[in-house]
């Protein structure tokens, strides 16, 4: 059983010279339910083409990619929408909060937008999990770049997705403040018995995981 599974993927980009620009080649692995996977790898080693994939915003160009048990090769642009909207939640570098919306805006509007009523009392406990409580009305603006990391991780928690998919969710913050968000991250995750993929350039967040990957070139080493 698992939660997102690649078998033999490679993506590959094909340049304005008629290059062939392999991303990711044949990689293989799988996430169990309740777990936690730390990808490597220096800048242009995949990381970013594999996090597409497993979100289903992009499609293999060989192998399979298998996300809450469906081919998404096989998915319409629409169904992959859909299947990342439920099933998916993000948390990105940059935060991508609205700056003039207010805290607890920024962490319903997804909610809103698919229709999904009833989060209010969630989006409040998570805020309050956060050390946010009290701080609904205040501009996305003018919190600190840990702060909205951590409105970031409500947004991405708040309609309970079966995979959290964080993408170098300290790297845009000091040491102090990566140290508080990889622990709170990490906390939630284990009390919403959710599973994790993160990205990560740091050494000691990606030992935190249960199984850790290096991507060297798009291929998968043992780190």
């Not at 060989?62 to 299947?83: I, P, Q, W, Y």
């Not at 607890?104 to 409040?124: H, K, T």
Request: a negative charge; hydrophobic letters at 40%; one cysteine or more.
């Amino acid at each position: 059983m698992h939660i997102l599974a690649f078998d033999s993927v490679s993506k590959h980009y094909r340049t304005p010279s008629g290059e062939v620009l392999k991303a990711l080649d044949d990689v293989t692995f799988s996430i169990a339910p309740g777990k936690k996977l730390a990808i490597t790898g220096r800048s242009g080693s995949g990381k970013s083409t594999l996090l597409h994939l497993a979100a289903a915003i992009d499609v293999p160009s060989a192998g399979k990619v298998e996300l809450l048990g469906r081919d998404v090769s096989h998915l319409s642009d629409r169904e992959r929408t859909l299947l990342r909207r439920d099933g998916i939640g993000l948390v990105f570098q940059f935060f991508y909060l609205l700056p003039h919306l207010t805290v607890w805006e920024n962490v319903v509007l997804p909610a809103w937008i698919a229709s999904d009523s009833g989060v209010e009392n969630r989006a409040q406990r998570l805020l309050d999990r956060v050390g946010l409580a009290g701080r609904d009305e205040q501009e996305a603006s003018k919190l600190s770049g840990g702060e909205m990391q951590r409105v970031a991780i409500c947004r991405a928690l708040l309609r309970k997705p079966k995979l959290l998919l964080a993408d170098e969710p300290t790297g845009n913050l000091d040491d102090e403040n990566s140290e508080k968000v990889m622990d709170l991250l990490m906390d939630l995750v284990d009390e919403e018995g959710g599973t994790l993929l993160y990205v990560t350039h740091s050494e000691e967040h990606a030992a935190r995981a249960d199984e850790r990957l290096r991507l060297h070139g798009g291929k998968l080493e043992p780190a």
